[in-house]
C-alpha cells in the first residue's frame, strides 16, 4: 500500500525510470503555447501517432514543427518535419511519423513560434519473437466527478507498452447533470457548463479533460490505444440515435459528426471523421505473442437497447432479446473479426479490447442488499423501481452483450473456432470484474474477461447503498459462479500481463477519487495459463 500527496499547486514531476525527462505542467504553461500538453499513440511495428495542440492561436494558420529522437534529450533524432494547423482542426496537430525501428522507447517533441513543448515518451510495437508485454486498461474519466487518480499512477510505471482506453474518455454532461454533484467543490465544472451537442461544444470539452494534469502526465508518459464508448456522443448512442439525444437537439447524424471530428481532431489516433461507417476497429501485433483487437461495441452495428423502464413492456423485451438478427457489432465488423482472428493464428495470445461486459452476468435480488433509505443519487422512486426490476434475477444491464445474446454466441463461436487463447477486455460498468465467458451462461469457459473499474465515474456504491459494504459483489458472485471477482466501490485501473506460459490480470484501486491525497493498493491478481482457457481463471 503507498500513500501519495499530490499538492494543489503540483507544476512539475519526473517520471521514474527516465533519466533527464520531466514533464512541465500548469504553472509552467505560460511559457509554452502547448497548453493541453503532448500524446502518442496507434503504435505499430515501424510506426506512431504523435501529437499536441497550438494554444493562442486566433484565426490564422500556424506551422510547428516535430521530432522523434532516441533520447529524452534529443540530441539523436531519428524523424523530424514540418506540419501546419489552424481553426479547420481546432488548432490540433496529428502527425504519423513511420519508418521508425520496432520494439524502442522514444522521445518527441514539438517547436512552434519559438517555443518548444513538453517532451513526450512513446515506445513502437516489438516483432519476431517476445517474451512479455504489458498495458495498462481504463475506462471512464469523468472529470467532474473526481480527480484521475488512475492516471498519476499509470504515468508513473515504466513496465507498460501501451496504454488500452476501453472509452467513455470523457462525458458529455452539463452542470447539475449525471456525476457533477461534486463538481463546485472540486473545481471541476464541465466547460461548456452545458451538454455538448456542437462541434463547438465537443472541441471544448476535450480541451477541458486535456488540461488535466493528471491525463497530461500519462498521455505524455505511454501510448494510448483508445476506442469511444457513448460519452463522446451521449448516453447509450447506437447506430441510429442514443437515449440522451432528443429531435431538439437537432439530427442525431449531425451531432455524431461534430463529436467524431472532435474524437479525431484530439485524440492521438488513425483514422477520420466518415459519417456512420468511420471505424474505429483495428488490430495490433506484439510480434509473436500477442494479437490485440479493438471493437467497436457502440456504433458501428449496434442495434437500439431494448426499454427495461418502468413502462417496458416484459414480452417486448423478451422478443428483442430473441431476434437473432439483432447485432452489437454489425456484420461488416464481424466479418473484419473473424478474418483478424484467423490471421492472428500465429501469435500466442488473442486480446479483444472492447467497451461492455461480455460474460453473461444476471442481477441478485436487491430487496435484502439495498437500503431504499440510504444515501443515492438517482430518486427515490427509481431505486424502488431497480428493487422490484431485480426480484426475477434479470440480467444486469442489457446495455451489454446481455442485451445482444444471439450476436454473443457468433462471437463466442468465432472465438472457440479461430482463437486459440482468447482474453477479453472490457470497461464501461465502474465496476472491477473477472469472469469466465461461457455460452449461455454454462459450460466450460471460451474466454476469460478482465474489466476495469472507472478512473472516476460513480459506482454502484454511489447509487444503490448497501446494508452492508459489498453485499452486492457477494451476492452477484453467489448467483453468478462464473464471475470470480467483482469489486464495485473504488476506481483505478487494471494492468495485464502477457507471457508465453499465462496473462495475469492486477486491479489497482484507489480509496477515493474526491481528495488530493489518496491510497492506492492492488485489491486483486487473477491468471490464466496458455492452453488452459477452459480451465479459467486461478489467483495470481
Not at 519508418?99 to 512513446?122: C, D, E, N, V
Not at 458472485?477 to 502477457?498: A, C, F, K, Q
Request: net charge neutral; aromatic share 8%; proline share 7%.
Amino acid at each position: 500500500m503507498r500513500r501519495r500527496r499530490i499538492l494543489q499547486g503540483f507544476v512539475a514531476a519526473t517520471v521514474s525510470g527516465w533519466a533527464g525527462f520531466s514533464a512541465p505542467l500548469a504553472a509552467q504553461r505560460g511559457h509554452y503555447p502547448f497548453a493541453h500538453g503532448v500524446a502518442s499513440g496507434d503504435p505499430s511495428a515501424d510506426a506512431v501517432v504523435i501529437w499536441t495542440r497550438v494554444s493562442g492561436a486566433r484565426g490564422e494558420r500556424v506551422r510547428v514543427d516535430w521530432q522523434v529522437a532516441t533520447d529524452p534529450g534529443m540530441r539523436d533524432v531519428l524523424k523530424h518535419g514540418r506540419t501546419t494547423t489552424g481553426p479547420h482542426r481546432d488548432y490540433t496537430v496529428k502527425v504519423d511519423v513511420g519508418g521508425l525501428p520496432s520494439g524502442r522507447t522514444l522521445f518527441y517533441k514539438f517547436l512552434a513560434s519559438g517555443a518548444t513543448s513538453q517532451i513526450g515518451r512513446t515506445r513502437t510495437l516489438p516483432t519476431g519473437e517476445v517474451r512479455d508485454a504489458a498495458f495498462a486498461v481504463v475506462s471512464c474519466s469523468n472529470y467532474p466527478a473526481g480527480y484521475f487518480h488512475a492516471y498519476r499512477e499509470i504515468a508513473a510505471r515504466d513496465d507498460l507498452d501501451a496504454v488500452i482506453h476501453l472509452g467513455d474518455y470523457l462525458y458529455e454532461y452539463g452542470p447539475g447533470e449525471y456525476a457533477t454533484e461534486r463538481a463546485e467543490t472540486l473545481q471541476r465544472v464541465p466547460d461548456p457548463p452545458h451538454e455538448t451537442v456542437t462541434l463547438a461544444d465537443y472541441r471544448r470539452r476535450h480541451a477541458q479533460y486535456k488540461s488535466d494534469p493528471d491525463s497530461q502526465l500519462m498521455l505524455a508518459s505511454h501510448p494510448l490505444i483508445a476506442v469511444w464508448d457513448d460519452h463522446e456522443f451521449t448516453n447509450d448512442a447506437w447506430r441510429g440515435g442514443a437515449q440522451n439525444h432528443d429531435p431538439g437537439e437537432g439530427p442525431w447524424s449531425r451531432r455524431r459528426d461534430a463529436a467524431l471530428r472532435a474524437f479525431f481532431e484530439w485524440m492521438p489516433v488513425r483514422g477520420r471523421r466518415a459519417g456512420p461507417d468511420t471505424r474505429s476497429y483495428r488490430d495490433f501485433r506484439f510480434g509473436n505473442l500477442a494479437s490485440l483487437i479493438m471493437l467497436d461495441t457502440r456504433l458501428a452495428g449496434r442495434a437500439p437497447q431494448p426499454d427495461v423502464g418502468a413502462n417496458g413492456d416484459p414480452d417486448a423485451v423478451a422478443a428483442e432479446l430473441a431476434d437473432p438478427r439483432r447485432r452489437l457489432l454489425g456484420w461488416r465488423q464481424e466479418h473484419w473479426l473473424r478474418e483478424t482472428l484467423k490471421r492472428s493464428a500465429g501469435t500466442r495470445w488473442q486480446v479483444l479490447g472492447q467497451q461492455v461486459l461480455m460474460a453473461p452476468v444476471r442481477a441478485p435480488d436487491l430487496e435484502p442488499i439495498v437500503d431504499p433509505d440510504g444515501p443515492t443519487n438517482v430518486s427515490r422512486a427509481r431505486l424502488n423501481e431497480v428493487i422490484a426490476i431485480s426480484r426475477d434475477n434479470p440480467p444486469l444491464l442489457l446495455d451489454t452483450w446481455d442485451g445482444y445474446p444471439a450476436a454473443r454466441e457468433t462471437l463466442l463461436a468465432d472465438l472457440a473456432r479461430y482463437a486459440t487463447n482468447p482474453v477479453v477486455l472490457s470497461g464501461d460498468m465502474h465496476t472491477a470484474l473477472a469472469a469466465h465467458v461461457v455460452p449461455n451462461g454454462a459450460g466450460k469457459p471460451v474466454a476469460v474477461e478482465f474489466m476495469t473499474t472507472s478512473v472516476s465515474s460513480p459506482g454502484y456504491s454511489d447509487y444503490l447503498p448497501e446494508f452492508e459494504p459489498g453485499s452486492l459483489a457477494r451476492a452477484t458472485i453467489e448467483l453468478n459462479p462464473h464471475v470470480r471477482y467483482m469489486e464495485t466501490r473504488r476506481r483505478g485501473w487494471l494492468r495485464i500481463e502477457l507471457s508465453p506460459d499465462a496473462c495475469m490480470g492486477e486491479w489497482h484501486l484507489v480509496d477515493t477519487v474526491h481528495a488530493r491525497e489518496y491510497v492506492s493498493q492492488i485489491d486483486q491478481r487473477l491468471r490464466v495459463h496458455a492452453g488452459e482457457i477452459g480451465q479459467g481463471l486461478k489467483a495470481g
